[in-house]
């Protein structure tokens, strides 16, 4: 066990899902898991290990932010020997292309702050995606039908933004979307020479103010947990 994680060494498998909503991690284990077991319950961050078509897989919570998510792919990595880690989230689409339910699949995370940033001092490190899984989750994709877009995004730090400027050199850039964890967990895998991949479902639009009806929620957020475990063991 750790601080945060209330798993036994054996619990938790190699392959690690990280959705910021430990009921969304809840959700996806009842859905896509076989025999899925909760392994941690600790500060209410639901963890569930089970299998998916033999594999064995944990789903766990990550909260919301880069410090969060931060504790929990440290202690994954470190503590329980995770090699790979997905982030299954939410994004907000930045481009005019990208529409509400399209699935982004993050090639790169730009930031302004992240907990790594200490480490890195003046230099601008650029995080990245783990190739293979990125290869992978394209062609599990292209597989589903599912409207997909590769390239970067911008991990926030805060919720409540309030520079259009910045979102407006974003979008000129090329960014596709906005989330508030993959920088860091992208950082952390660079350090520790595992992998990681974030997919993301746009659930609203910076841009046009559409937002994805919460009853349609789970229904798209679907496609990408099955791309990311697609992705896992491509």
């Keep these: 066990m750790t601080i945060h994680i209330g798993a036994q060494p054996d619990d938790i498998a190699q392959t690690v899902l ?129 409207k997909t ?7 926030s730090d805060v919720f409540y933004d309030e520079r259009p400027d910045l979102n407006e050199q974003m979008t000129r850039h090329g960014i596709l979307g906005v989330e508030m964890e993959a920088a860091e967990l992208y950082m952390l895998a660079a350090r520790h020479n595992r992998r990681a991949l974030a997919v993301l479902t746009v659930s609203d639009h910076l841009q046009t103010g559409e937002a994805l009806p919460a009853e349609d929620r789970e229904r798209s957020f679907g496609d990408m947990v099955e791309i990311a475990l697609k992705a896992a063991f491509g």
């Design 18 to 146: 990280m959705p910021g909503d430990p009921y969304r991690a809840k959700w996806a284990a009842e859905t896509f898991l076989t025999d899925a077991k909760c392994i941690n319950e600790v500060r209410g961050m639901l963890g569930f290990t089970g299998t998916w078509n033999g594999h064995r897989v944990t789903i766990q919570g990550s909260g919301m932010g880069m410090p969060s998510l931060s504790i929990y792919a440290n202690e994954l990595i470190r503590d329980y020997n995770a090699q790979t880690l997905i982030r299954i989230g939410s994004c907000g689409g930045m481009q005019p292309h990208v529409g509400i339910r399209d699935v982004i699949i993050a090639m790169s995370a730009s930031t302004l702050t992240s907990p790594s940033q200490g480490i890195f001092k003046e230099l601008n490190f650029a995080p990245t995606a783990n190739y293979d899984l990125l290869a992978a989750a394209v062609a599990a994709a292209n597989e589903t039908g599912v």
């Design 149 to 155: 877009h590769v390239g970067g995004i911008y991990s």
